[in-house]
């Protein structure tokens, strides 16, 4: 597809399950971004990758959440033992290129995971 | 935590009319970026002004930046129904590739 394509659309799972959310970028694109966004909130930063590499994912919340993009394509966030605060829309997004730093590229956005945790 | 404000959280206007949204940010910045998000949706990269930029144009769209207020405006133009979004800035402030910081967003309801 042309775009970054998200999924599951929607997630509704129970306190303590396991959840993967997974994000397949445009092809091509080197770097790879999640971000966690509440109800009413802007969204905020979780992890970036470069390719396979993990540089930056001092926004994750907890030990709980993990992510991997283990062949430079598409990535999965994984939480872990879910709890309700957990519950918003996790978005992916991606660049062109890599290590450019300081937001100079566009980010394409995809349409995000909705979790409801109950 | 989110670096930006924007202002107000909420905006009503007459399709025709002209809708002003602004932004605060606290820290150092390299750009500042606006997206729209439809509801339910991802978000939709709108424009990027750079820190040694003042005002720049894209279609309807019209982006002032004050770095010495550490704050910039989106003006739309001539708004339309298929205006009505969610409108945040995010900024790139880290000096590595570390994602963007939003804010809480304005949501824009434009009347028929």
């Known amino acids: 597809g042309a775009g970054v394509s998200q999924s599951p659309r929607y997630k509704v799972a129970k306190r303590g399950q396991d959840v993967a959310l997974r994000c397949d970028p445009i092809s091509g694109h080197v770097s790879l971004f999640w971000y966690q966004q509440a109800l009413g909130q802007g969204p905020e930063f979780l992890t970036y990758f470069q390719n396979e590499a993990q540089l930056d994912k001092s926004g994750l919340p907890s030990d709980r959440f993990f992510a991997e993009r283990p062949e430079g394509s598409v990535s999965t966030l994984k939480i872990q033992r879910t709890q309700q605060e957990d519950s918003a829309v996790y978005l992916c997004?991606?660049?062109?290129?890599?290590?450019?730093?300081?937001?100079?590229?566009?980010?394409?956005f995809g349409p995000g995971t909705r979790l409801l945790v109950l | 935590s989110q670096q930006g404000e924007e202002d107000p959280q909420a905006l009503s206007i007459q399709e025709g009319e002209n809708a002003t949204m602004n932004c605060s940010y606290k820290t150092s910045i390299n750009n500042l970026q606006w997206y729209r998000q439809n509801s339910g949706r991802g978000l939709v990269h709108l424009i990027l002004i750079r820190s040694n930029e003042r005002e720049k144009h894209s279609g309807r769209l019209r982006v002032t930046l004050d770095t010495s207020k550490k704050s910039s405006s989106l003006l739309i133009t001539a708004s339309r129904a298929a205006d009505t979004a969610s409108y945040f800035c995010a900024t790139g402030s880290g000096g590595g590739a570390d994602g963007l910081t939003f804010g809480k967003g304005t949501h824009l309801i434009i009347q028929p």
């Open positions: 997004a991606s660049t062109e290129g890599g290590g450019v730093g300081w937001g100079e590229e566009t980010q394409y």
